[in-house]
């Protein structure tokens, strides 16, 4: 695989997850719009518990601090 590919390839991945992140945003707003506060923070131990059910010890892992932040930007 050349080096350009290798950037195309990062690239791609980086705008799925930028498009992913502003997804999730929306979600959370009119999450928050319906259900206030107490539906964001019901929704983030929610997925604070799903990150800590999942295989330790792999390659990648849920990044539980990451997903506090994102859910605490939207109370």
Do not use: W, Y
């Not at 502003?22 to 923070?41: D, F, M, N, P, Y």
Request: glycine share 8%; net charge neutral.
């Amino acid at each position: 695989m050349t080096d350009q590919r290798i950037i195309n390839a990062i690239n791609s991945h980086g705008n799925d997850l930028q498009t992913i992140s502003c997804i999730i945003a929306g979600l959370l707003q009119q999450l928050k719009a319906a259900q206030g506060t107490e539906g964001i923070e019901s929704a983030r131990a929610f997925a604070v518990s799903v990150a800590e059910s999942m295989p330790k010890g792999g390659p990648t892992t849920p990044d539980v601090a990451r997903i506090n932040h994102v859910f605490n930007q939207h109370k």
